[in-house]
């Protein structure tokens, strides 16, 4: 036997909406990622930047700093002349440094030659040169006096490590002690070094490198604070001013991990801690050092510089280096396109004392991909299931809180969080999947205004092709107040008029009914000759749909009296109304459809209307329909069994707006008595209070009332004994 086939369900227009909009949004979220984790070097660059920014808008507090700057500037050259100087000049700035109480001196300069104007050296370049000279012994060496100098004071000297020479770095002078694992693999090796005189580096106390590694962009934001070259850890010269300052004997270095994948997490100087990245590196915080002395290395040959220079150096950490442009110690940083190299390391200093870093944690990566992540689901549930112009500004609002938090995360937290991850994956998702929305939603609209245009009005059809949630295709349960409407005795009038008159008939009849009907919100559903099926709360839903309905009636009654005043016809027109539950939606086939409604309770209404005629009034609605309005006046004229039903039916005629007229309020009373009488099988009081009914005029329910009386003359005198006061329908 064969299988039995089982349809294939459609998507609805929403419901490819979402999809295309979520498979392309997600899409261009993988591509964002996928192309940051590819590109993360470059990406980075941008990322720099973002950090620039932040410290330029807020470098860090100054401070009175515990480091001064001995300047070789373009005063003190020409002053104490061409660089570089000699050696005992160097000398005698250490000696008179230290004797205005420096705590310790750094030399951000390399002594790799002899001093060019040490005297021996000059007698023997005037003997090369044939001059005959004789000098007694002893003369004084610059190089010895500065490397005395050296030995007798707190004094860093400095050197270049560098891969482009092969002369070996000399031996470090601080040792370091490690807590964890060791984490020389972390640490990028050096060949060689730059380093000075082997009788400075001998007699020196400390040793530190100066030298910045290269970046793709040359501006200094981070600085490792410990390098390798050979098997041999070397210190920052900032951290080793800052040891001989506190007399420590060596480092201690605190990692984490294993031997085959530790990182660095803190160094220990003294007793200044130092959180590190697991590269070794600290991601310097500028603060331009507004308060840091910077003292002309000119001024400590002039004596009346002397009572300044003490105030300036008593206590602090003295750092030797140079301003002059033709030295070339100038680098870019985040707040100074061309800074002395020198300040750098200042900075470095004063930040470690100040206790104040910057950090960016091994996790944040993470955390700025789940952001990205994040955001880019959150604009894309947006964007699958609201508007666009919603869409947008839920992008600008997630972009704003981005931004927002990764400045709070700076100010406040000092924690350097990269938003440009997120944005960019925002920015990819709305300009893949907003293009597809705004195409996917004119169609939409345009659907709905094609297919909705004849049903509903202007106003409708806006709201609903704003809203295609409001329209589900295709079938659904609603409540609906359903219309049907026919014009009296139509077929024999169209007998007597030729198919061009009735065509105009029924154009002037129908257009002032559409207008009426459309102004009350309902959805016109069809025309049928000269009947019209209209129904309340589908596509959209209608507030107080029945007592619009009723509304919609009566204004249909009254236009049909106006067109039968101006064209001197005499139509008349039944009005059908029920409310209850029924089916609606695209009802047809694959090649034709409409959107319409089907149900009991349309069929109902449809049985209601053909009650009409029974009656003779112009407007008959169920009690569902009249227990749901107010301010409106109605007539119970019979309990029916309509055909196709075997549950009776209330029937009420629509009169009017209560309290038009005393005359109909009165009309009214005596019916509803009438009818009381009537059902309950009182026919004597029925018959009376008829005769009262049908002597009044004018009288809405004059054709109901005569109805009433040929029914009572073909009854007996009194009801019989299985009455229940209904009316079985023969006919429709």
């Known amino acids: 036997m064969a299988a039995a086939h089982t349809p294939r369900r459609r998507l609805s227009s929403s419901q490819r909406r979402k999809l295309g909009v979520s498979l392309i949004g997600a899409a261009a979220l993988s591509a964002v990622l996928t192309a940051h984790a590819a590109f993360a070097p470059q990406a980075f660059r941008l ?46 700035i250490v000696e008179r440094a230290s004797g205005l109480g420096a705590a310790a001196i750094g030399f951000d300069i390399v002594f790799s030659e002899p001093d060019r104007t040490a005297p021996g050296r000059l007698v023997e370049e005037m003997r090369a040169q044939g001059i005959a000279i004789e000098v007694g012994s002893g003369l004084p060496d610059p190089d010895a006096q500065l490397a005395e100098a050296v030995a007798s004071n707190a004094v860093a000297l400095g050197i270049a490590l560098t891969n482009e020479r092969s002369s070996p770095a000399p031996e470090p002078k601080a040792g370091f002690s490690f807590v964890g694992p060791d984490p020389r693999a972390r640490l990028i090796p050096y060949s060689g070094a730059l380093s000075n005189l082997p009788d400075l580096t001998k007699r020196a106390t400390a040793l530190g490198y100066f030298s910045f590694p290269p970046t793709a962009d040359n501006i200094i934001r981070t600085f490792p604070l410990i390098a390798k070259s050979g098997d041999q850890l070397y210190p920052a010269l900032s951290i080793e001013t800052l040891r001989i300052a ?17 990182a660095m997490t803190d160094l220990r100087v003294g007793a200044l801690d130092i959180p590190l990245s697991a590269d070794g590196e600290i991601w310097i915080y500028y603060s331009g050092l507004p308060n840091m002395p910077v003292i002309s290395a000119a001024d400590f040959f002039d004596p009346a510089r002397a009572a300044t220079l003490m105030a300036q150096i008593q206590g602090r950490i003295l750092l030797v280096g140079t301003s002059a442009v033709g030295l070339r110690d100038i680098v870019a940083t985040p707040v100074d396109r061309a800074m002395a190299g020198v300040k750098v390391h200042a900075e470095i200093i004063d930040q470690i004392a100040s206790g104040v870093f910057l950090q960016r944690p091994d996790w944040i990566v993470g955390a700025e991909r789940a952001a990205a992540v994040l955001a880019g689901l959150v604009l894309l549930a947006v964007l699958a299931t609201a508007t666009p112009a919603f869409s947008v500004v839920v992008a600008l609002v997630l972009a704003a809180l981005i931004t927002g938090g990764s400045w709070l995360a700076f100010s406040r937290a000092l924690t350097l969080f990269d938003p440009l991850l997120p944005l960019t994956s925002l920015a990819a998702v709305l300009l893949t999947a ?22 509903l009005s202007p106003t409708l059809v806006e709201r609903l092709s704003e809203n295609p949630e409001g329209l589900t295709l295709g079938g659904e349960d609603r409540e609906l107040t359903v219309l049907f409407s026919d014009i ?12 061009t008159e009735l065509t105009g008939l029924l154009n002037n009849f129908l257009t002032p009914m559409t207008d009426v009907l459309l102004k009350r919100e309902a959805t016109i559903d069809k025309y049928i000759g000269d009947a019209i099926m209209a129904f309340w709360n589908a596509p959209l839903d209608i507030a107080d749909h029945p007592q619009k309905a009723c509304l919609a009636a009566l204004d249909m009654v009254s236009g049909l009296e106006r067109l039968n005043r101006e064209s001197g016809l005499n139509l008349k027109i039944g009005i059908g109304l029920n409310t209850g539950m029924a089916c609606v939606g695209n009802l047809g086939s694959d090649q034709r459809f ?57 029937l009420h005629a629509l009169i ?4 038009e007229s005393a005359a109909d309020s009165d009309l009214l009373s005596a019916h509803a008595m ?18 009262d009914l049908l002597q009044r005029s004018p009288n809405p329910l004059s054709g109901t009332h005569a109805l009433y ?6 009854l007996p005198e009194t009801a019989p004994a299985d009455w229940d006061g209904v009316f079985t329908a023969s006919s429709k």
């Open 434 to 455: 907003l293009p597809l929305l705004l195409m996917l939603t004119h169609r939409e609209k345009r659907f709905v205004r094609e297919s909705f245009g004849r049903y």
């Open 47 to 92: 990322t720099a930047l973002v950090f620039d920014t932040y410290q330029t808008l807020k470098p860090r507090e100054a401070t009175d700093p515990p480091v001064a700057v001995i300047d070789i500037d373009e005063a003190s050259i020409g002053k104490l002349g061409q660089w570089p100087w000699s050696r005992r000049t160097v000398a005698e």
């Open 709 to 714: 009386r040929d029914r009572l003359a073909e």
């Open 246 to 262: 506190q007399q420590a004997g060596s480092f201690v270095l605190r990692s984490a991990g294993t031997a085959e994948g530790s």
């Open 488 to 499: 009296r005795g139509f077929t024999t009038l169209s007998e007597r008029l030729s198919p």
């Open 674 to 691: 009438f009818i009381s009488a009537w059902q309950e099988g009182d026919f004597s009081s029925a018959r009376l209070h008829l005769q």
């Open 656 to 659: 009017g707006e209560e309290g």
């Open 594 to 650: 409409s959107y319409s409604c089907l149900g009991d309770s349309v069929n109902l209404a449809s049985r209601v209307e053909g009650m009409t005629k029974l009656y003779e009034v112009s407007v008959l609605v169920t009690e569902d329909v009249r227990a749901r309005t107010s301010g409106l006046a109605f007539a119970e004229v019979d309990r029916v069994r309509v055909v196709g039903r075997n549950a009776p039916v209330t």
